[in-house]
């Protein structure tokens, strides 16, 4: 292992490994397998590059997405790493450039899309290359129960087969138990060593509230917490993301959108100007943002609840890759709920999988409706404990007020089962609240015992019991008679007065707590800050790459407070290895040098 941290002091800059990495690296060098589970922003990526380095050959990732594989490249020859990709916007020559490089051992990591293993050429070009390793990045893309199913994924097992003596590592952020099986069944990994780094992500504030008026909750969020920040809104349709990004320009806001049917090119392009932009916001359905390595995302909007809990941890963690304070707000209705449940109805997969996913759905809802601390229960459904409230999320910091919701509870199953358990929640809470709708003497719903006992309570105030009901199991919708609440064995004991139940109590919120990048440390000089940041603005737009890959943010912060005057002083700073203390040491040192005799003039 003493090869693997010079690589990691040396080429990276760093002074130590994060365990498991270092237990993970020692596993590859030594020529053994893996399955790495580890959050967005763990470190992942050094699990498989320093072996790579370290391994004669060259290391092959196959990884998703084009767009991630430039920005990897870019970053690991900034280091003066020997990367290369391909894909499909390499011409044919640069292509041909690639794989001489290749099979003359020119490369220490490759990037390529599992689309290209489809092709026999490329199986016949590994197979007289040097190789160090596989590594399979986003590997949950291997499992039909994945949220980011990919088909191309499902021939990976080829590389054991035809490569058996070449160490391979999977590598994802998110995946159940369920999950896990698949990937390695499916990557024929059950020799592998799995390590399961913990899932939590303590900089990243949970926050999670009814949707009213969408458009206008979103704004004040930014506006009041994230004026000038980066960051993900997510929307579950191709037409709102394209309509909330639309609007967002108008009210000032450096927006894009993004989704599958938008021209290749465009999204390319929005994609690489959300990454090298300071304040851009990505307007997205999922099909943006697997893999994206922007470290300073301040926070990660959802307009609309995601289907599962394993696609919110991976779309959130999104956020804060810096180590750095970040948002994940969203705010959901139970029409979210029904919109996700046709989608599942209308999927073409049988009934295991729409069961399977039904009960994922049902997950995600019970995570928005509980009254408890959102982090923990959260890190539960990934087999993880936490032991105290986390002080971190709105249930820790604005505890949800709670009521006895029984005798409510029981007039709203009663509406449902006395209705022939045929309607949806607004015809529903009509009947409770006595309404005089036409509907109402259509169906003669005037004359059921339920009617009109529920007056004390309002609309939304029914719409809120009847939404907890169906995140708790008791009742659930069904999307073949048009959203029609049905009834669950699991509604018996509350119906007979054998059970009681606490509900939310829905009430507006203050003003959330502000936690935004733009405040530094009481420590750090912002004049020299924004000086370091304009010469690392120049760097990248002299190079085209992002301003992250010269130096993160937490790096120019240590330059901030150790005002380096000297390479050798330089060097000691997190996340300077020798190729960047050659290539951009003087550069910052005459920013700081520059600082200090604006100060000593200032002052004498």
Known sequence: MTSALNILQHTFGYDRFRPPQDEIIATLIDGGDALVLMPTGGGKSLCYQVPAIARPGCGVVISPLIALMQDQVSALRQLGVRAAFLNSTLDPGQARQVEEDLLHGQLDLLYIAPERLAQERTHNLLQRSPIALFAIDEAHCVSQWGHDFRADYLQLSVLHERHPDVPRVALTATADERTRGEIIQRLDLSGARQFIAGFDRPNIRYRIGLKQNAKQQLLRFLQDEHPRDAGIVYCLSRKKTEDIAFWLQQQGFNALPYHAGLDAGIRADYQSRF???????????????????????????????????????????????????????????????????????????????????????????????????????????????????????????????????????????????????????????????????????????????????????????????????????????????????????????????????QLRREAARGKARQQTRTALPDNIDVELWEALRERRRELAEDQGVPPYVIFHDRTLQEMCLALPRSLSQFGRLTGVGGRKLDKYGESFIEVVENHLQRQSLATG
């Open 275 to 501: 990454l090298r932009e300071d304040a851009a916001i990505m307007v997205a359905t999922v099909a943006f943002g697997m893999g994206i390595d922007k470290p300073d995302v301040r926070f990660v909007a959802h307009l609309d609840m995601p289907k599962t809990v394993e696609s919110y941890y991976q779309e959130t963690g999104r956020a804060g890759r810096d180590g750095g304070p970040a948002d994940a707000w969203m705010i959901y209705g139970l029409q979210d709920v029904i919109k996700l449940r046709q989608m599942l109805s209308a999927s073409e997969g049988n009934e295991e999988y729409k069961r399977a996913e039904q009960h994922r759905l049902n997950a995600m809802l019970g995570l928005c409706e509980i009254t408890s601390c959102r982090r923990q229960s959260l890190l539960k459904y990934f087999g993880e404990q936490l032991r105290q409230p986390c002080g971190n999320c709105d249930s820790c910091l604005e505890p949800v007020d709670t009521w006895d919701g029984t005798e409510a509870a029981r007039k709203a199953l009663s509406a449902v089962y006395r209705t022939g358990q045929r309607f949806g929640v607004n015809h529903l809470v009509d009947v409770l609240r006595g309404s005089e709708a036409e509907k109402i003497y259509q169906f003669e719903h005037h004359r059921l015992p339920t009617y009109g006992v529920g007056r004390d309570l309002d609309a939304n105030q029914w719409r809120s019991v009847y939404r907890q009901l169906v995140a708790r199991g008791y009742l659930r919708v069904d999307m073949e008679r048009f959203g029609a609440l049905c009834l669950e064995e699991q509604c018996r004991p509350l119906l007979r007065g054998e059970e009681s139940i």
